[in-house]
C-alpha cells in the first residue's frame, strides 16, 4: 500500500504482467517504469531508484468485522456477483507449491507456505507467523526508540500494527514466508 | 454460510498472477538488479482500477459475504474496503482517501 505521488505527481498504476522475485511489478501508466510491489522501488526505467510511499494506515480484516468497525464505511463495488473465494484458492492450498514456477523448498525456519505478517519500521524488518500470532494474540518489538505492537484477532480475523507510543498505524503485509523472505533476508522471524 | 477462514487468504504477493501465468508458454527472461524478472503478460491485461466505484454498507450486503476478507484503509473519520477476492482479478487499485492519492496492491 503506497501514496501515488511521484516527486509530488500523481502516478497511476498497472500490473506490468511481469513477475520479479515472485511478486507483482507494477508498471506507472506516466513513464513506464517498472516497480517492485513489496517494495515499493522503481526497478527498471526513468525512475529507477525512486521509492513510493508507504501509506500504512489500512489493514486486513472480515467484511462482518467492518461493519460492525465502520458502519458508515463504503466497499469497494465488485463487477462480479457471486465471487465466493479467491481465484487462486487451490495455488494457496498446496502447500508444495512456491510462487508460479515452483521453487524448491529451502525455508528451514518456516515451512514456506506459512503464512507470516511483515513489518518495515525504519530500519527494522520483523515477520511474525500467523501460528505465533494465534497463540500469543500479540507482539511488539524496539525499533529505535519505538515500541512496535501487533495485534491479530483470531475471531474477526484481523490483524493491525501501531507505535505504542501514541498509536500511530503502521503498515502490516500478509504473506507466504518464502516471499518474504526473499526479498527481505535480514528479517527477524517470530514463530 | 462459509466456514470462517484465516485471513491468510491474502498472501498478496507472490503468487498473485499465478494462475494467469501458468496456462501461457515459456516467460521472456531479463536480469533486473541481480534478480530474473519473469514476463509472460503486456501491461493491462489484468487489468487495473482506476476509477473504483463505491457502495454503502447496506447494498454490498448482496455483493460480500461475511468472511470476505478485506483490506481496509483508513484516514481520519474515512474508512473504505476492498474486497481481495475481488482484487484478485485486478490487484491494482488507483484511488483516494480524503484527497490523498493512494495506491491499493493485492
Given at each position: 500500500m503506497y501514496t501515488a505521488n511521484v516527486d509530488s505527481i500523481r502516478h497511476t498504476f498497472q500490473a506490468s504482467g511481469s513477475l520479479w522475485q515472485d511478486a507483482l511489478v507494477m508498471q506507472d501508466l506516466e513513464n513506464k517504469t517498472l516497480w517492485a510491489?513489496?517494495?515499493?522501488?522503481?526497478?527498471?526505467?526513468?525512475?529507477?531508484?525512486k521509492k513510493l510511499e508507504m501509506f500504512n494506515s489500512f489493514f486486513h480484516s472480515t467484511f462482518a468485522e467492518f461493519k460492525k468497525q465502520y458502519p458508515n464505511g463504503v466497499l469497494l463495488k465488485k463487477e462480479i456477483i457471486g465471487e465466493a473465494s479467491s481465484h487462486y484458492k487451490k495455488y494457496m492450498d498446496d502447500?508444495?507449491?512456491?510462487?508460479i514456477f515452483e521453487r524448491?523448498?529451502?525455508?528451514?525456519?518456516?515451512?514456506?507456505?506459512e503464512l507470516v505478517f511483515g513489518i518495515r519500521h525504519d530500519d527494522k524488518i520483523v515477520a511474525v507467523s500467523k501460528d505465533y500470532l494465534i497463540k500469543n494474540k500479540s507482539y511488539s518489538f524496539k525499533s529505535g526508540e519505538l515500541t512496535v505492537v501487533i495485534d491479530f484477532d483470531n475471531e474477526s480475523n484481523t490483524v493491525i500494527a501501531y507505535e505504542k507510543k501514541d498509536n500511530k498505524p503502521v503498515g502490516v503485509v500478509t504473506s507466504y514466508w518464502f516471499a518474504w523472505i526473499s526479498f527481505f533476508s535480514e528479517t527477524e522471524l517470530i514463530h | 454460510m462459509f466456514a470462517k477462514k484465516s485471513l491468510m487468504i491474502f498472501c498478496f504477493v507472490a503468487f498473485a498472477t499465478a494462475s494467469v501465468f501458468a496456462q501461457r508458454p515459456e516467460p521472456k527472461k531479463t536480469e533486473v538488479l541481480g534478480h530474473t524478472m519473469y514476463t509472460l503478460l503486456k501491461p493491462g491485461d489484468i487489468p487495473a482500477i482506476f476509477d473504483p466505484q463505491f457502495i454503502s454498507i447496506a447494498d454490498a450486503e448482496s455483493l460480500y459475504y461475511d468472511n470476505e476478507p478485506v483490506i481496509v484503509v483508513t484516514d481520519g473519520n474515512k474508512a473504505k474496503a476492498y474486497s481481495i477476492w475481488h482484487l484478485d482479478q485486478h490487484e491494482i487499485v488507483n484511488d483516494y482517501i480524503n484527497g490523498k492519492a493512494i495506491t491499493v496492491t493485492w
Open positions: 510491489q513489496i517494495t515499493g522501488e522503481a526497478i527498471q526505467g526513468d525512475l529507477k531508484g502447500s508444495t507449491k512456491f510462487g524448491a523448498d529451502t525455508f528451514n525456519k518456516l515451512g514456506g507456505k | -
